[in-house]
């Protein structure tokens, strides 16, 4: 079984960037699609970005796309969400998933879920 480890959240300033990382252990991510989802309180969770198991591809939520990447190295069995222009919108937990399937732009088929990284955009 994959199990997911987010880390690198944390607060800053509009207009900011931050570096988010999901690293999986137990079993490797190499073979698995990933994505990024973001849940604010009170709100849905939502898709962010997703990239296939060979990074060939990568899709973004209208509202982040142009501002935020997407990148994998299987051989570290790791995933990036680098976020720039951050705004006080994008403040929510930050979670990192794994699918056999792609896309993958709802939870619904999303394998595996690592425990989430907060992210506060706020002057």
């Known amino acids: 079984q994959v199990r997911l480890v987010e880390s690198g959240g944390g607060s800053v300033q509009p207009g900011g960037s931050l570096t988010l990382s999901c690293a999986g252990s137990?079993?490797?991510?190499?073979?698995?699609?990933m994505a990024w989802f973001r849940q604010a309180p009170g709100k849905e969770r939502e898709f962010v970005a997703s990239?296939?198991?060979?990074?060939?591809?990568?899709d973004f939520s209208n509202s982040v796309s142009g501002r935020f990447a997407i990148s994998r190295d299987n051989a570290k069995s790791a995933l990036w969400l680098q976020m720039s222009s951050l705004r006080p919108e994008d403040t929510a937990v930050y979670y990192c998933?794994?699918?056999?399937?792609?896309?993958?732009?709802?939870?619904?088929?999303?394998?595996?879920w690592g425990q989430g990284t907060q992210v506060t955009v706020s002057s």
């Open positions: 998933a794994a699918s056999a399937l792609y896309p993958m732009s709802t939870p619904r088929l999303v394998a595996a």
């Open positions: 137990e079993r490797a991510i190499t073979g698995y699609s």
């Open positions: 990239i296939t198991w060979d990074g060939a591809r990568t």
